[in-house]
T-cell receptor, first 115, second 113 residues
Framework: GDSVTQTEGLVTLTEGLPVMLNCTYQTIYSNPFLFWYVQHLNESPRLLLKSFTDNKRTEHQGFHATLHKSSSSFHLQKSSAQLSDSALYYCALSEPNSAGNKLTFGIGTRVLVRP | DPKIIQKPKYLVAVTGSEKILICEQY?????MYWYRQSAKKPLEFMFS???????DNQTASSRFQPQSSKKNHLDLQITALKPDDSATYFC????????????FGKGTRLTVV
């Protein structure tokens, strides 16, 4: 079945420094959809970014990611972290013909931004 | 105002008992889902429903039964509860189809003792 692998555990960084969270995936489908969801403390997960176009950068709220099918990767980046970016980040995959829009999530990466 | 309402927010249950987790969405979506988030595990897809019909079931155990009385309701009945069922259960919804944004509720945290 599908699987998503992310940087595990806690990533701690200083405000103003760049952020990069790794995400790689495995799927039998040639046209998967990739997503980044963010979950702040005591909140529900919400969509941050999505893409299904190879080698096209997608951006939202200062974050960006590019789907690279050649390396099965969809890394999340931000040039300058803010304190409010502290949250749990999930990379997720959806099959192109999923009857029920099933999302397969990675384990999640917790980000802590310090002043 | 929350658009996906889950009740209760917290739930403690005794092993062997039965509970129902409630979910209503007011986003006008035609597809609803249940996901589970256990400690040290990724968010895990359980069910998807569209127009009150089961579309996908990735839950091996028949102890988990979704119930849809209305288009915007998808409750989750769990019978013969076990401590391993302890998790946060998220209800979600979207427009039916791939690549549509899935919106999540705030979850019900279930603890089975």
């Amino acid at each position: 079945g599908d699987s998503v692998t992310q940087t595990e555990g806690l990533v701690t960084l200083t405000e103003g420094l760049p952020v990069m969270l790794n995400c790689t995936y495995q799927t039998i489908y040639s046209n998967p959809f990739l997503f980044w969801y963010v979950q702040h403390l005591n909140e529900s997960p919400r969509l941050l970014l999505k893409s299904f176009t190879d080698n096209k950068r997608t951006e939202h709220q200062g974050f960006h990611a590019t789907l690279h099918k050649s390396s099965s990767s969809f890394h999340l980046q931000k040039s300058s972290a803010q304190l409010s970016d502290s949250a749990l980040y999930y990379c997720a995959l959806s099959e192109p013909n999923s009857a029920g829009n099933k999302l397969t999530f990675g384990i999640g990466t917790r980000v802590l931004v310090r002043p | 105002d929350p658009k996906i309402i889950q009740k209760p927010k917290y739930l403690v249950a005794v092993t062997g008992s039965e509970k129902i987790l409630i979910c209503e969405q007011y986003l006008g979506h035609n597809a609803m889902y249940w996901y589970r988030q256990s400690a040290k595990k990724p968010l895990e897809f359980m069910f998807s429903y569209s127009y009150q019909k089961l579309m996908d079931n990735q839950t091996a155990s028949s102890r988990f039964q979704p119930q849809s009385s209305k288009k915007n309701h998808l409750d989750l009945q769990i019978t013969a509860l076990k401590p391993d069922d302890s998790a946060t259960y998220f209800c979600a919804s979207s427009q039916f189809g791939t690549n549509t944004e899935v919106f999540f509720g705030k979850g019900t945290r279930l603890t089975v003792v």
